[in-house]
């Protein structure tokens, strides 16, 4: 074994190993404190500040400081001091408030149609069958030889290393609000702030169709489940949400909506589909998320529980369970079949913007915007991880998730001479992640043990949305500077 110098300190992994995790948790420590900041109660009044601030021995007024930043310095003094102390709340400083605090957090109910009781129903029924069999799988693959889990890990992460520019095309007029492939790879749908739904050819990216019928700015687009692989081209193939509050179901033979969704109260931003096709769900800046009937274009539920807008929504795969994603920093996961609420997200201390289920069914990864990427776990009903992701807002992060036709990608494992099975096919399905961020970076991380992969500039700016194909040929991005991105692994573009 070679000495050890200053020259290989940096080369050696235990080292740098060491030095990342000690950078990872002074970065957590810092979000923790600030998240107990948020919690921690002070007086509103200046003259009251200042009688505190006297009070802990800290200077009343520094030079040139306003009320807010005095009141702000009183919060981030008084989060010292319980950190000094080791206390795991915050000190109490208005003893008025904590009472006015204890509001009752019994679940309320309010009416429902009958039409939503029935959806309900139907929703129960197509969940718990996908459920069994994602289960079954799990268990499948949970057989699964550890050389061969290896090998196929090996090849993927091998292949994500690649990842490379393929290249970029300028798509609208105006920045390029979210991205995503069809179902069959072969289509990449953008929504921009233009008020334009457009579908380009992949890879040659070519403009296929414009759609127009939004006023303002559009928050969303969302593929159906089985749009371009078997759902006919002049049924609601597509769906999207708009600034100006509406919700529009889209075809692929025409460039007018079939149905235009109306309920919002404020701008909607990202919408969903849900795995059967039949429903769908939009986020607003009303408070509130909303559930659809694709057939009948009608509101099934509104559903409040944010104090601030809602900005992003997304469906479990198996059906059964949504989460919303708030700019009060919180997220919620509700169960569709009974309208409870199944968990709070909290952690994140700004804004969500992001939030996707993995394909395992009991993981979510939110992004926010204080730049963290948190993996929740619904078995243990607490965060998982948090990643230290971006310099700048995470806009958008999505788990990879396997179409249901072949995959003929080169990864495909050759195990004593052999072909992977179908387990270990469906095993690479969640296997890794993709972020954007606003620091103009698209990052890939591993979804086992949460590590950067591949960081792939954009040079774009601010990168708004990420997406990846089906078939895992190519990763998309929409940035502000009005174009999309194309990557795709180093064989794909020599």
Not at 154 to 174: C, M, P, V, W
Not at 215 to 241: I, M
Not at 338 to 358: E, K, P, Q
Not at 453 to 465: E, F, I, N
Request: charged share 25%; glycine share 8%; net charge negative.
């Amino acid at each position: 074994m070679s000495e050890l110098t200053l020259d290989n300190l940096v080369d050696d992994g235990q080292y740098s190993s060491e030095r990342a995790r000690i950078e990872n948790q002074l970065v957590l420590d810092e979000l923790e404190r600030k998240k107990k900041a948020r919690t921690t109660a002070v007086p509103t009044d200046d003259g009251r500040v200042k009688a505190r601030l006297r009070e802990i021995g800290e200077p009343i007024t520094l030079f040139g400081e306003r009320a807010a930043d005095r009141r702000d310095r009183l919060i981030y003094v008084l989060t010292q001091i319980n950190a000094a102390r080791g206390d795991e709340g915050s000190i109490a400083v208005e003893d008025e408030s904590s009472e006015s605090e204890e509001e009752n957090e019994e679940e309320f109910y309010t009416p429902g149609s009958l039409e939503l009781l029935e959806a309900r129903r139907r929703i129960a029924e197509f969940s718990l069958p996908r459920a069994q069999h994602r289960v079954a799988q799990q268990r499948e693959e949970h057989g699964l030889p550890l050389s061969q889990i290896l090998d196929i890990r090996k090849h993927i992460f091998t292949q994500i290393k690649t990842y490379a520019n393929l290249g970029s095309q300028i798509g609208d007029e105006r920045p390029i609000a979210q991205v995503r492939f069809s179902p069959n790879s072969q289509y990449l749908a953008t929504g921009s702030w233009s008020g334009n739904v457009k579908l380009w050819n992949i890879p040659a990216c070519t403009l296929v169709t414009s759609l127009r019928g939004h006023s303002d700015r559009v928050g969303g687009v969302a593929w159906h489940p089985r749009a371009t692989v078997g759902q006919g081209e002049g049924l609601v193939n597509l769906v999207s949400g708009a600034g100006d509050m509406n919700v529009h179901l889209w075809s692929l033979t025409s460039e007018t909506p079939l149905a235009i969704l109306k309920g919002h109260q404020d701008r909607v931003c990202r919408v969903a589909f849900h795995p059967s096709g039949n429903y769908v769900a939009s986020a607003s800046f009303d408070h509130t998320w909303r559930l659809w009937d694709v057939q009948t274009a009608s509101e099934l539920l509104l559903q409040e529980g944010h104090s601030r807008e809602v900005y992003s929504v997304d469906f479990q795969d198996d059906g059964a369970l949504v989460a919303s994603g708030g700019l009060d920093a919180i997220g919620r996961v509700w169960d569709l079949r009974t309208g409870r609420t199944a968990m709070v997200l909290d952690g994140h201390v700004n804004a969500i913007f992001s939030i996707n289920f993995s394909p395992n069914g009991y993981q979510i990864a939110t992004g926010a915007g204080d730049d963290t990427i948190r993996i929740w776990d619904m078995r243990s009903l607490k965060a998982l991880y948090t990643i230290p992701a971006h310099k700048s807002n995470v806009s958008d992060v999505r788990f990879f998730r396997a179409s249901e036709l072949p995959v003929t990608t080169g990864m495909d494992v050759d195990v004593d001479g052999a072909h992977d099975t179908a387990s270990g096919e469906r095993y690479k399905s969640g296997l890794y992640l993709a972020s954007a961020g606003y620091d103009g970076l698209v990052k890939i991380w591993s979804a086992d043990d949460w590590q950067l992969q591949r960081s792939l500039p954009t040079d774009a700016g601010k990168v708004m949305s990420v997406d990846i194909s089906g078939d895992a040929k190519f990763i998309a991005s929409g940035s502000y500077n009005r174009s999309y991105q194309l990557f795709a692994p180093g064989e794909a573009t020599a």
